[in-house]
C-alpha cells in the first residue's frame, strides 16, 4: 500500500518558502546585477529586508535530500519506461509554463539578462548547461541528471540503495577533492552529481532506513551521506558569507546547518513513523505549490515588490506581498494550469509511443 508523508509536504513548501526569503529578502538587495536585483530593483543604498536571509539558500540542499527520498519510492517497482514517462511529466509541463510566465515578466520589465531567446529555449529543455532564465533552474539540472542515474539503473536491475552507495562514495571522494583545492567548475560537478550526489544519496538510503530495507551493510554508507551532506552544507555556509560579507567571521556556518539538521531530522521521522494511508489535503496542496513556486518566485515575488516599492511602500510589506502573490502563482500552476498541460501532453505521449508500440 501506498504511503504519503504530510511533513515531508511541509518541509519542502517551507524549503521553498526560505528561498524566495534567500533571494527577495536578501539577494536582491545585497547583490547587484543578479536576476532577483534586476526584477527587484530596490533603491540604491537599501539594506536587506530580512538579513537572515543569506543563511536560507539551504532550502535547495533540502530539496535534493527530499527529491532522494521520493525517487526512490516511486522507482520501487516500476519499469524504465513508465519512470521516464513519469518523470518528464512530473517536470516538463510545469518547466515550460513557469518559463513562460518569467519570461513576459522579463520582458514586460524590461530586464536584460543575457540572449532571452537563447535563455527561454534552454530553460524549457532544462540545459544542464544553461543559460536559463532564472538561475534557480540550475538545480532542475541537477535533478534532470538525477533521474538519468535512476532510470539507467532501473534498465540493469540495479537495487537503489546500490545506486545510493555508489552515489555517496562519488560525491564524498569528490568533496575530499576539493578540499585540497582540486575542485571543478560548476558547469563540471553539477550534471556529474560530484557535489550534490551525497544530498540524493541520504534521502534515498533515509528512504530504506524508513521503509525497513535498510541493511547493514548500508549503514556506513548512511553515515558517510550524513557526514558528506553536512561538510558540504558548512563549507558552503562559509563561501557564501565571505561571498556576501566579505568574511565568514561574524556569521556562522551553524545557521545553515542547523536549519539543514532540523529538516533532514524531520524528513528521517516522517519516512519511518509519521505517514498516513491518505495525503492530508492542506498539507498535499502546499506540497504541489512548491515545485512552481520555486520556479517563478523571484519572477512574480519581485514583479510585486518592484511595483510596490515604486508606489513607495515599505520594504517589510513588499516583500510579504511579494511572497504571497508568489504562493499564489504557484497555487494557480499547480491547481489549474499545469494539470491540464500535463493531461494533454501525456495523451500525446501516450497516442504516439504507447499505443503505437501495442500496434505494432
Known amino acids: 500500500m501506498r504511503r504519503y508523508f504530510p511533513l515531508i509536504d511541509a518541509v519542502r513548501f517551507l524549503a521553498a518558502l526560505g528561498v524566495g ?11 547587484d546585477s543578479t536576476f532577483p536585483a534586476l526584477i527587484v530593483a530596490p533603491p540604491a543604498g537599501s539594506k536587506p529586508v530580512i538579513e537572515f536571509g543569506w543563511a536560507l539558500w539551504v532550502g535547495v540542499e533540502v530539496f535534493f535530500v527530499i527529491s532522494g527520498a521520493v525517487i526512490a519510492a516511486s522507482a520501487l517497482d516500476s519499469s524504465p519506461v513508465r519512470f521516464l514517462r513519469g518523470r518528464f511529466l512530473r517536470l516538463y509541463p510545469a518547466v515550460w509554463i513557469c518559463s513562460a510566465v518569467i519570461a513576459v515578466i522579463t520582458v514586460g520589465l524590461g530586464v536584460v539578462y543575457g540572449n532571452l531567446p537563447v535563455r527561454i529555449v534552454s530553460s524549457a ?52 577533492l576539493s578540499y585540497f583545492d582540486l575542485g571543478l567548475s560548476p558547469a563540471i560537478e553539477r550534471p556529474l552529481l560530484l557535489r550534490h550526489g ?58 545553515p546547518v542547523a536549519i539543514f539538521a532540523a529538516a533532514t531530522a524531520v524528513i528521517a521521522l516522517s519516512l519511518r513513523w509519521l505517514s498516513t494511508p491518505r495525503p492530508l489535503t492542506t498539507l498535499r496542496t502546499l506540497g504541489l505549490i512548491t515545485y512552481p513556486l520555486y520556479l517563478v518566485h523571484t519572477a512574480v515575488g519581485g514583479l510585486v515588490m518592484h511595483e510596490l516599492l515604486v508606489a513607495g511602500v515599505d520594504p517589510t510589506a513588499a516583500l510579504c506581498a511579494g511572497l504571497i502573490g508568489a504562493v499564489l502563482a504557484g497555487w494557480v500552476i499547480s491547481a489549474f494550469a499545469e494539470p491540464a498541460l500535463r493531461a494533454a501532453v501525456a495523451n500525446q505521449i501516450d497516442t504516439l509511443f504507447f ?3 501495442r500496434e505494432v
Not at 526569503?21 to 547583490?31: D, I, N, S, V
Open 21 to 31: 526569503l534567500h533571494h527577495l529578502g536578501f539577494t536582491a538587495w545585497r547583490a
Open 198 to 255: 551525497v544530498f540524493f544519496a541520504l534521502g534515498i538510503l533515509l528512504w530504506s532506513w524508513g521503509a525497513r530495507r535498510l541493511t547493514p551493510a548500508h549503514i556506513p554508507f548512511l553515515v558517510l551521506s550524513i557526514l558528506g551532506a553536512f561538510y558540504e552544507v558548512a563549507v558552503k555556509a562559509e563561501e557564501a558569507a565571505i561571498s556576501f560579507f566579505g568574511s565568514a567571521a561574524d556569521h556562522s556556518a551553524g545557521w
Open 125 to 176: 529543455l532544462i540545459n544542464p548547461l544553461g543559460p536559463w532564465l532564472d538561475p534557480v533552474f540550475w538545480t532542475l539540472a541537477v535533478e534532470l541528471c538525477f533521474y538519468a542515474l535512476v532510470w539507467l539503473s532501473l534498465t540493469q536491475a540495479i537495487p537503489i540503495e546500490r545506486v545510493a552507495c555508489g552515489l555517496v562514495v562519488w560525491s564524498a571522494a569528490y568533496l575530499v
Open 355 to 357: 499505443r503505437r508500440s
